[in-house]
């Protein structure tokens, strides 16, 4: 078995060579891509001005799922991770309210998600890309498939 040997002292002018938090003298921890992704699409929901997540498909299969008794709405649908010993990067698919200025959005879900994952994980984000998709209109909550227009007259009787 090869073991390597990682350095317990930080360089003072980049940290480089800091003994990561999941690796200890008592052993290693390692974290799922799955579970870094559940902890960003968790806070990257939690900002004001994000609608929903993920491209049209995504959404469309979404939307299906919802409606099945029982079954819960994705916490990574739109969230994709890369996750290594030390360091995570995240990918973050977004429909953004309409009226929402797109860069501070983008600013306030990097800053979510990294203090989530790096307070939960301890593993550094090294970048977090946003990814606008779409555009959520006001006028999109007032359409209902399920309803006819009402200057539409009945065609049966």
């Not at 049209?56 to 799922?65: D, E, K, L, M, T």
């Not at 606008?132 to 006028?139: E, F, I, Q, R």
């Not at 909550?141 to 399920?146: A, I, M």
């Amino acid at each position: 078995m090869s073991t390597s040997t990682v350095p317990t002292t930080a360089t003072p002018a980049t940290g480089a060579g800091t003994r990561s938090p999941l690796e200890t003298t008592q052993g290693r921890t390692t974290i799922a891509d799955g579970v870094v992704a559940k902890i960003a699409g968790l806070a990257a929901r939690e900002v004001n001005g994000v609608h929903g997540f993920g491209g049209g498909a995504a959404r469309a299969f979404g939307a299906i799922a919802e409606r099945i008794p029982g079954a819960r709405s994705s916490s990574t649908q739109g969230v994709s991770v890369e996750v290594g010993e030390r360091q995570a990067a995240v990918d973050v698919t977004v429909v953004v309210e309409y009226g929402v200025a797109i860069p501070e959005l983008a600013r306030a879900i990097r800053r979510n998600v990294i203090g989530a994952v790096e307070q939960m994980t301890g593993l550094e984000v090294v970048e977090v890309n946003v990814d606008v998709t779409d555009l959520h209109l006001p006028s999109d909550d007032d359409d209902s498939d399920d309803a006819a227009p009402a200057s539409t007259p009945a065609r049966v009787r």
